[in-house]
């Protein structure tokens, strides 16, 4: 009987032994296939889509991807879906830089591809789409699918104006065109002018207004600053509507002219100035008021007075803020005459307004 105990010891040890040499599940080896792109975009001006997209940085399996060889630039006619890839280009990408094991992982890589679109699919088709995707392919011409995928009009643009010209004056600068006139849209399109500016130097043109094309025609711009200048053109818009989406395309913009916002021009004229004595209990003064100046740039107004038959001096000693001004410097038995100018941020003042005229009483 007490040859049980040491067999069953013996035993244990030996499974316990057994146990501490199997090795572990066998790990699969990485297929390296690229997740799928999910933030492709599209941007069309002209006849040319700029394609854009980052490199996948893990694969299906969650490893990291050591290198995507090329990616498939997949375009297909129409709003469906792609299942395959309609390959109109290849696209090589950058090498992967080499970074510490226990770094930091390598910065995504951004992609870039232009695509141009044929103009047959425009003049086909007007109001139609197209549908991009891409696919990242492997060193074994494998992938774990397509990107996301984006519908992109193929409706024609139309030529801009072949001369654009600038005229600045006291209310604005006349933008005015002259070119050839715009064909009739096809059904779900609609062509425009956009009126667009920006600083000479600056990065970026912003929209002023948008308008009807035609062959010859101006708008006034009043948004502007003025000391400055600035670079104006027309940027041809074609808006779609068609298959329930709106979208638009920007075509070719015209040659930029400049132009230099030297204020000379002086505000507006004061108008409905009015004189008002008043007196009762208290020192005498008269009253002036006058419809107040709309220029964005008034700087303030100035007011003369002369006595009937003398020359005019002015009062106030800084620019007055408000359409309106006691003068408080009167004496009885006089006639006093009135007149207003407005100035404006650059000092150029306005003609004087119509005279008033105020007599105060003589003393009772």
């Known amino acids: 009987m007490r040859l049980w105990p040491l067999l069953t010891g013996c035993f244990l040890i030996l499974v316990a032994l057994c146990g501490c040499g199997t090795p572990g599940a066998p790990q ?17 001006s002209g006849n040319r889509v700029q394609l854009e997209w980052t490199l996948a940085r893990k694969n299906t399996d969650r490893t990291l991807v ?20 309609i390959v109109v280009a290849e696209v090589s990408t950058p090498k992967p830089q080499p970074h510490a094991k226990n770094g930091p992982p390598p ?16 003049e ?3 109001a139609g789409f197209v549908t991009y995707a891409v696919e990242e392919m492997n060193s074994h011409d494998h992938s774990a699918g397509l990107s ?9 643009t139309i030529a ?17 065109w002259v070119g050839p006139s715009p064909p009739i849209a096809p059904a779900g399109l609609t ?11 600056g990065p970026a043109y912003i929209a002023v207004t948008d308008v009807e094309p035609s062959a010859r025609g101006s708008y006034l711009d009043k948004t502007f600053e003025w000391e400055k200048k600035y670079e104006y053109r027309i940027l041809t ?10 979208a638009t395309v920007p075509g070719e913009g015209s040659s930029p002219v400049e132009i230099f916002t030297r204020d000379i021009y002086p505000p507006a004229q004061p108008v409905g100035l009015q004189a008002v004595f008043s007196s009762v209990g208290q020192k005498p003064f008269i009253d002036l008021t006058w419809a107040p100046n709309l220029e964005g740039d008034l700087a303030g107004y100035n007011v003369f007075r002369r006595v009937e038959g003398g020359p005019f001096e002015k009062l106030n000693q800084q620019l007055i803020q408000v359409s309106s001004f006691r003068d408080q410097n009167v004496e009885p038995g006089r006639k006093y005459v009135y007149v207003v100018s407005a100035v404006d941020l650059r000092g150029n003042e306005s003609p004087r307004s119509a005279e008033a005229s105020e007599e105060v009483p003589g003393k009772q």
């Open 66 to 85: 050591k290198h995507v060889p090329m990616v498939r630039v997949c375009r297909r006619g129409g709003l469906a879906l792609m299942s395959t890839c």
């Open 148 to 156: 996301n995928q984006v519908a992109v009009p193929v409706a024609p």
């Open 237 to 246: 818009l074609t808006q779609v509507h068609s298959q329930g989406l709106n």
């Open 107 to 122: 910065e995504a890589v951004r992609m870039q591809y232009v695509d141009d679109l044929p103009a047959q699919l425009g």
């Open 28 to 44: 699969l080896p990485s297929l390296n296939l690229a997740r799928p792109v999910d933030n492709l975009t599209a941007t069309r």
């Open 191 to 201: 062509y425009r002018y956009q009126i667009e500016r920006k600083p000479v130097g």
């Open 160 to 176: 801009p104006p072949a001369e654009l010209s600038l005229e600045l004056g006291g209310e604005g600068i006349r933008v005015s």
């Open 124 to 126: 086909r088709n007007p």
